[in-house]
């Protein structure tokens, strides 16, 4: 897909409502910390990218009033490659996403080479660890291996999003599950994330089949 070309700056951006714009950042290295895998799939590829603009908020159609965005610009914002639309602006890559598009915000070691410090999720994003496929301690079994077309996988919850914002009380929805809880969850939900030198994944909400205890 041709990828439209603009010459005006990113300064002279205002985005509408609840779009983001987003100065993504090209890896040449990795060296540890958060690794987006080159993959053929590019679904599943995370982007990160500097905020360059925000809109005015989530618009609340219930009571004509506006959710904070819970961004600023300067933040570094994680969302997947298939989220938003790509285009150029004097030559470099930028992305223009709306808010529920950024899955979280990342605190950089080094640009470069992907590293991070720590990572905020945002809304109903978790960050989960895939179990390692094998007969589960209450008898679950699911095939073995990565490229299996099987549809659900275990997985532990490490971390968990603020919840989306309720239209009438203004208030977050708790995401219904808990950091320590197991998960049957969408086998390719979301994508692979390495923080801490831990290979995670960052999916939403309802990628989760069910929970379950062992």
């Not at 602006?89 to 605190?107: D, Q, S």
């Not at 999720?121 to 589960?136: A, G």
């Not at 969850?185 to 990628?207: C, K, P, S, W, Y």
Request: charged share 25%.
């Amino acid at each position: 897909m041709k990828i439209q070309t603009l010459q005006i700056l990113p300064q002279q951006f205002q985005p509408r409502d609840d779009y983001v714009l987003i100065d993504e950042l090209e890896r040449s290295k990795t060296t540890g910390g958060l690794i987006i895998p080159e993959t053929a799939n590019k679904a599943t590829e995370l982007a990160i990218g500097r905020v360059m603009a925000i809109g005015k908020g989530v618009y609340n159609n219930v009571k004509n009033n506006y959710f904070p965005m819970c961004l600023e610009v300067g933040d570094f914002a994680l969302t997947l490659r298939y989220m938003g639309e790509e285009l150029k602006i004097r030559a470099k890559k930028y992305r223009m996403v709306h808010e529920h598009g950024v899955w979280a915000t990342v605190e950089m070691k080094d640009e470069k080479s992907f590293d991070i410090k720590t990572i905020h999720l945002r809304n109903h994003s978790l960050l989960v660890h895939p179990r390692e496929e094998e007969t589960s301690k209450g008898g679950i079994v699911f095939p073995q291996g990565q490229n299996t077309e099987a549809g659900l996988r275990i997985a532990k919850v490490v971390e968990v999003g603020p919840g989306y914002w309720h239209a009438l009380t203004g208030r977050r929805i708790p995401v219904g599950v808990r950091p320590g809880q197991n998960i049957l969850m969408t086998r390719f939900a979301g994508a692979i994330v390495r923080v801490r030198d831990i290979e995670l994944r960052v999916i939403q909400e309802n990628d989760i089949a069910c929970i379950y205890e062992e």
